[in-house]
C-alpha cells in the first residue's frame, strides 16, 4: 500500500556547511545533528526507508531549530532560500523517494518570507510550508504574521507547525532550565497546543476558512484535553480579573471548537498508540495525515501503532497517503 510519510526532516549539506558557518548561536545542536547519520547521509536513509516496506514515500522538511532562533534576518533569509534549493534538489533527483518538500522560511523578515513562499512555490515545486509554534518567542497570532497565513491560503497549500522550545524556558520559577527534557517531552505539546489556541481565537480561521494547518505530534494536548479546550473554554475569561476576554468566543463565526477539528494531526507519536486512538477520535479519519517524523523517531513503530487502530481500509488508505495527496495536491 501507498504511503506518504508526510514529517520528516533532511539536512542537504549545503545548508548544513552554511549554517555552521553562520550561526554561533547553533551551539552543540550542529554535533548533535551531524550524528543523525538518516539526516544527512542519504544511503542509510535510503536503507531505513527500504525496512518500512514497499510504497513508502517521505515529504522532507529542515529540522530544528528555527532560523529565527539561530540567525539575524538577513542571514535567516539567506539560508531559508539554500536549504529550500536543496530539498528542492533532492525530490527532482529522487522522486520516487521524496515525492514532495515543505519550504522553510525565516519570520524575522515577512517580505523576504512572502518572497520565499512564492519562489519556493511557484519555481522550486514546494508544496507547503513549515512554521514553528513562536518566532524567537512571540506569538504566530501577531497582526504582523498575518500575511504569511495570508499568502499560503492564496496558494490552497499547507502549513506545516513544528513545536519551538527549549531548556531556557524552565518549568519553575525557581529553576534557571527545565530539567530532565521536560522541555521538550511535555513542552513541546504544550506549545502545538498553545499556537492552535491562538490561532483560533485570533478569528485567523474566519478570515482564511481554507487554510490547512498540519499540527506535529497530533495536534498536541489538545485531543486528550477536549473537555478543558471545549466546555472549559465555554466560559472563558471567567478565572482572569486583570483582561476583558468577554468579546472573543462572540467574535468567531463559530463555536470554538469546531475550529479546532479543522487542524490535521500527524501520527508521528513515537510507536505510541494510546494517544493516537484519541487523535483518531478527535480529528476524525480525513484529518489525520501519516507521519513518522523519521529520522528522529521510528518508522516501523509507527505503521505498528496504525495496525493497532483497527483502522477499515478506506480509513487507512486516506491516513497513509490519500490525505497528504489531496492536502499537497501530488
Request: net charge negative; charged share 20%; aromatic share 10%.
Amino acid at each position: 500500500m501507498s504511503m506518504i510519510d508526510i514529517y520528516t526532516h533532511i539536512m542537504p549539506e549545503r545548508f548544513f556547511t552554511e549554517l555552521t558557518n553562520t550561526s554561533a548561536k547553533l551551539g552543540n545542536i550542529g554535533g548533535r545533528m551531524r550524528n543523525v547519520k538518516p539526516l544527512h547521509d542519504l544511503d542509510v536513509r535510503f536503507r531505513l526507508m527500504d525496512g518500512a516496506g514497499a510504497g513508502y514515500q517521505q515529504v522532507i522538511s529542515l529540522p530544528n531549530p528555527p532560523l529565527e532562533d539561530v540567525c539575524g534576518a538577513a542571514d535567516a533569509r539567506r539560508l531559508a532560500a539554500i536549504g529550500n534549493d536543496g530539498m528542492a534538489e533532492l525530490c527532482a533527483k529522487h522522486p520516487d523517494r521524496f515525492p514532495a518538500f515543505a519550504a522553510t522560511i525565516s519570520m524575522l523578515d515577512i517580505d523576504g518570507a512572502l518572497a520565499e513562499i512564492d519562489r519556493a512555490v511557484t519555481q522550486l515545486g514546494a508544496r507547503g510550508i513549515q512554521i514553528f509554534t513562536n518566532v524567537a518567542g512571540r506569538p504566530l497570532d501577531l497582526p504582523e504574521y498575518e500575511p504569511i497565513f495570508a499568502a499560503m491560503a492564496r496558494h490552497d497549500l499547507p502549513i506545516w507547525m513544528h513545536p519551538a522550545r527549549t531548556a531556557d524556558m524552565t518549568d519553575y520559577e525557581s529553576e534557571a532550565k527545565s530539567r530532565y527534557e521536560m522541555w521538550w517531552c511535555f513542552g513541546w505539546p504544550y506549545e502545538t497546543s498553545v499556537a492552535m489556541t491562538r490561532i483560533v481565537f485570533s478569528g485567523l480561521l474566519d478570515r482564511y476558512p481554507a487554510l490547512n494547518i498540519i499540527t506535529h505530534h497530533c495536534g498536541g494536548m489538545v485531543p486528550y484535553f477536549d473537555g478543558r479546550v471545549g466546555p472549559g473554554l465555554d466560559v472563558l475569561g471567567s478565572r482572569t480579573l486583570d483582561e476583558d476576554y468577554s468579546g472573543v468566543l462572540k467574535g468567531l463565526k463559530r463555536p470554538h471548537m469546531e475550529y479546532f477539528h479543522r487542524f490535521y494531526g500527524d501520527t508521528a507519536m513515537f510507536g505510541a498508540s494510546t494517544g493516537l486512538h484519541s487523535g483518531l477520535k478527535f480529528f476524525g479519519a480525513d484529518h489525520v495525515v501519516f507521519s513518522t517524523d523519521s529520522p528522529f523517531a521510528p518508522i516501523k513503530e509507527t505503521i505498528a501503532a496504525l495496525d493497532d487502530l483497527d483502522l477499515n481500509a478506506e480509513q487507512r488508505a486516506k491516513i497513509l497517503s490519500g490525505n497528504a495527496r489531496r492536502l499537497l495536491k501530488i
